[in-house]
Every structure is written in C-alpha cells, then in structure tokens.
C-alpha cells in the first residue's frame, strides 16, 4: 500500500466532508469541507490497515481534517463541479430508456451511487454523468441534464382525533 500523495501535495476534495462523529467541537453530520475545496497534505497514517488516510489542512476554513485517498485528486488537474453527489436522491428530469424501451419515467426517485467527471455527455455545458439506481433497474448513467433534485419529502402526516369541546361555564354579573 503506497500512498497517491505525499506531505505537502496540494489536493481537492471531491465530495463534502462531514462529521463522522470524529472531528471535534461540531455535531455529527456537520459540514467540515465543501467539494472542491484544495487544502494541503499535512500527514498521512492507515486506518484499519486497508486504507491510507490523509490529514489534509484547508486553509480557507483553517481545518484539519483525515480524507481517504478516493476523496481526493490533485489539487492541479481538471475540477468540474457537479450539481449532485453521492448518496443523493435525484429525480428524473426525462423518461430514460435503453433499446427503445422506457426503464425510468419522469419523476421517478433514484440514488445516485457515483459522480463521473469527465464522462462523455451530450451536454453543452460540460462532462458530468451519474451513476444512478433507480428502484426496479439496474445502474444506469444519467447526463447531469436529465436529473433534478429529489423533491423534500411530505411531512409526517397527523391524523385527526375526535375531541368533545364543552363549552365552558359563563358567570353572569348581575
């Protein structure tokens, strides 16, 4: 097991980074680093063996913070930002298809499992492409103009309960 970076190596964070319940001072699930962010290899060290992890310094939040080698790139080649990420829940923007034949109709809810920077896309505005399950398909890689964010779900919905109202006692003055 090699490392990708040594100390001193400028890199960029592929993916938001939060709170694993490891850094310090804020709440899990916190926002430490926005993607796309470049910070500064401070020191590396493996966690459970298998994996090298990084303690990379951003200097625009002044954080330390340990990223595995697949969140980071050099900070020196192409970044593309991307409108999704992750583990995200998107929705179809179009009916997709394969063969002539619909696999996904419009609106349908789908995670996307992995960004693709760089993959070929008719898109006019750049190169970013998803992999996305959708339920009931398999992978299917989706051009990021044909997905729109996952509307919030509803929220939890209370049922009316039957409730006697009495009215109240009036005291009448005289």
């Known amino acids: 097991m090699r490392p990708l970076y ?8 592929l993916r938001n980074l939060r709170n694993d319940g490891t850094f310090p001072g804020q709440p899990t699930g916190a926002l430490l ?3 796309g962010s470049t910070g500064f290899v401070r020191d590396l060290g493996t966690f459970l063996q298998d994996q090298i992890i990084y303690s990379v310094h951003f200097l625009d939040s002044d954080r330390i913070v340990g990223c595995r080698e697949e969140e980071l790139q050099p900070a020196a080649d192409p970044w593309t930002p991307s409108r999704f990420e992750s583990r995200e829940k998107v929705s179809a923007r179009i009916a997709l298809g394969r063969g002539g034949r619909v696999l996904v109709e419009v609106g349908q809810i789908g995670e996307v499992i992995k960004v693709l920077r760089g993959a070929p896309s008719p898109d006019a505005a750049g190169s970013v492409a998803y992999h996305v399950l959708f339920p009931g398909c398999s992978l299917l890689q989706v051009p990021e ?9 509803a929220p939890a919905s209370t049922t009316a309960t039957d409730v006697s109202i009495k009215p109240a006692a009036v005291e009448q003055s005289p």
Request: net charge neutral.
């Open 145 to 153: 103009s044909a997905l729109a964010p996952a509307p919030a779900p």
């Open 6 to 13: 040594d100390l001193g190596d400028e890199v960029r964070v």
């Open 33 to 35: 680093v926005r993607r």
